[in-house]
């Protein structure tokens, strides 16, 4: 498979957070020119099963020209996974060729990105403290620019009750019966990105749009759509995997010859966009999206470029893409404002990504020492006051701007078979929303559809029939540096370090892994919903507590790499050791990303490259 795409200017945003502003306004529209390349005969198949496709000339838009004529770069992706039945259906000849068009246009400007995270990362744990870029200040004091919103976007005006799940065939069946106003079809923190996973993620979606879904258990039990008619359903919001993610079965060779693995996000992004786009608008729906783990303007601006340049090839409309943007890093909160400007023709909102975000404020604080550092997991609720100060942030910028809010999730979910718990997880559900309706949120996230009644009806008493709350405005909101920076607040309130408290992150993060690498990605563990985010806070709880010297409130003893260490013998002792189980690559996944003296950015990217690739859930 063959992609050239022209490489005269692009257009530049209105900004820089080098050079500062040069001004406000529509950005030049971007030049694709001839978005992709005939189709090169004479390239190897990438397996058999897709060799009797090859035949079929490429029907993407603009036909292409070759790359000798423009002087633009020729990629070519490879399939190096095994191929399971209908694989072929996503796997494309064309499907390929359009990834190769995305991999050749932002392969290098993903490594720079990744590369200046790294830097302003390192730069705040060496005592940078983030704050409102000066550089950008026009964008944010400018009152008269406003994004798409959900205008011209069936499906997204109300979103009251979003649903979460991974993307396998009987998940994407319950989602889409569940009742809920939107679904978010994850393939990102509650997916483990096994490659039959990413791929038949990718068939059930295909076939949940045109309503032939269905699904057979082992024990005989069928699952099938409630309508046929995608309209009638959910509306499906994709959420790809981050930037920092690699997918290790498709292999991308650039013009000069040197091969790296996709990028998971253009992967995602791709097959789903490339297969579904067209139908999901002849259906009276559209291409919608959740972005995950921006950290910064610049990641929406990269965002946006792919948006633009996959639908000029496909034939799209500009502005038709929406996306709802999580704000889950410490840094993105800062660029709310920013992040909503560079992806204003194509954004419907953002999202507060609270576990995340916990784990972003870890992950930068991590070596400042005993005044950034957290309290239990368990204690950190939504009204501390740096938390409060995130979420009101949030909620008036959304509405300033003609956006969308959407709160975050509540861990706790329902137990069928008891009642107390149950009750207490409506009790504290109902909690969380109430508190996110009457502070102007426009809709909020569940995880069981046990639960979405109980958001419903908190929603419901603010909404009325109203689709949203966007002119509310909150003109009382002013949260400065100082607000979202006042990590100690938590524990001021009297919020504490405990030994329950560590060893529930020991015995969270292994459980999770270990799951993860079974090849399941949202796991029910004490009565509570736990996806990668969750994992990671709990990692890197230990791993700043460890760093910080900091000791336990109940018995006065510090948090020692010895102390987390018999703690991890024990969890690994006391759990089944069921045939299939992972719990030894857990545990040593654990003391990698928790007990070694460098700090891994995500713990996903170790565990993937080194314990899921290869493995027996990883092949078809």
Known sequence: MTATIDTRSQGTSPYDADAGLAGIGTPPASHLGSALASQDSSAAAPSSTLESQRSAPSSLRGGGVGAARTGARRGVITVTGSVGPRYGEILTPDALAFLALLHDRFDAARDELIAQRQLRRQDIADGADPDFRASTRPVRDDPHWRVAGSRRAPGLEDRRVEITGPTDPKMTINALNSGARCWLADAEDASSPTWPNVIEGQLALHDAIRGTLSFTNEAGKEYRLRSAHIADLPTIVFRPRGWHLDEAHLRYTDANGITSSTLGSLVDFGLYFFHNAAELIARGRGPYFYLPKLEGYKDARLWNEVFEVAQDALGIPRGTIRATVLIETLPAAFEMEEILYELRDHCAGLNAGRWDYLFSIIKCFRTRGDSYVLPDRAQVTMTAPFMRAYTELLVATCHKRGAHAIGGMSAFIPDRRNPEVTRKAFQQVAADKKREAGDGFDGTWVAHPDLIPVAEAEFDAVLGNAPNQVSRQRPDVAV?????????????????????????????????????????????????????????????????????????????????????????????????????????????????????????????????????????????
């Open 480 to 620: 400065g540096q100082h607000e979202l920076l006042d990590v100690a607040s938590a524990r001021r309130g009297g919020a504490t370090v405990t030994s329950a408290g560590l060893r529930s992150n020991v015995s969270v993060a292994v459980r999770y892994i270990d799951s993860w690498l079974r090849g399941t990605g949202a796991a029910a563990l004490d009565n509570l919903m736990e996806d990668a985010a969750t994992a990671e806070i709990s990692r890197s709880q230990v791993w700043q507590w460890i760093a910080s010297g900091t000791p336990t409130h109940d018995d006065g003893l510090p948090v020692t790499r010895e102390r987390v260490e018999t703690i991890l013998l024990e969890v690994v002792a006391s759990l089944p050791q069921e045939p299939g189980n992972r719990i030894d690559d857990a545990a040593a996944i654990f003391r990698e990303v928790a007990l070694r003296d460098d700090f891994p950015a995500f713990l996903t990217n170790p565990a993937y490259q080194g314990r899921l690739v290869g493995s027996d859930v990883d092949r078809a």
